[in-house]
């Protein structure tokens, strides 16, 4: 499994108006310890590039993969080309921000490229792909449409889940109102 994670001072800014930096990075780190541990019994490889958050993740037990990616979605392909050059044939990414995680392990078995979008079908939460598919991340608004859209580029069935402790994720401070 992969997870990216921002450096921690700055994760979650947007919170900045409702929370300390001090509870936004407390927060940052129970949310992503929480889908770490959701992930059980599957290994972890954060991806990050930031030392702090690298050694963090290995307190975990995770595998920390640095990358000098510009962006989400860079860093994501970075990190599912390193699992596919190290043996691994299929990668679940899972977002750092998903506060009630749970069953990441348990996802159903799926040839094609497994979605889990957010509560309101905009952006991606969570996919599952063949480490060896060419496919390409476009995270942010609008990413569920467009990684559907990818799959069926790639001539690859889609599979879309909905379990709710995966399609909540704390973006503004709205959000924190279900944490």
């Not at 921690?8 to 900045?16: G, N, Y």
């Not at 990075?25 to 949310?31: G, R």
């Not at 541990?37 to 037990?61: K, S």
């Not at 599912?80 to 069953?103: C, F, K, M, N, Y």
């Amino acid at each position: 499994m992969i997870v990216p994670i921002k450096p921690f001072s700055k994760a979650k800014r947007r919170l900045s108006t409702v929370l300390s930096d001090e509870e936004r990075i407390s927060l940052v780190h129970e949310m992503a310890e929480r889908v770490i541990a959701a992930a059980h019994p599957m290994p972890v490889i954060v991806a990050c590039e930031d030392v702090e958050v690298a050694n963090w993740a290995e307190g975990l037990g995770a595998t920390a993969f640095l990358t000098d990616a510009n962006g989400l979605s860079a860093a994501v392909s970075n990190a599912v080309s390193h699992a596919g050059s190290i043996g691994i044939e299929e990668v679940t990414v899972a977002h750092g921000d998903l506060p009630h995680a749970t069953g990441l392990a348990q996802l159903p078995e799926f040839d094609g490229v497994t979605l889990v979008p957010d509560r309101s079908f905009d952006g991606t939460n969570v996919i599952r792909i063949q480490t060896s598919l060419p496919f390409e991340f476009s995270y942010g608004p609008g990413s569920f449409r467009r990684h559907k859209m990818e799959s069926k580029r790639l001539g690859v069935a889609t599979l879309v889940l909905t379990p709710e402790s995966l399609r909540f994720d704390v973006d503004a401070p709205e959000d924190l109102k279900w944490v």
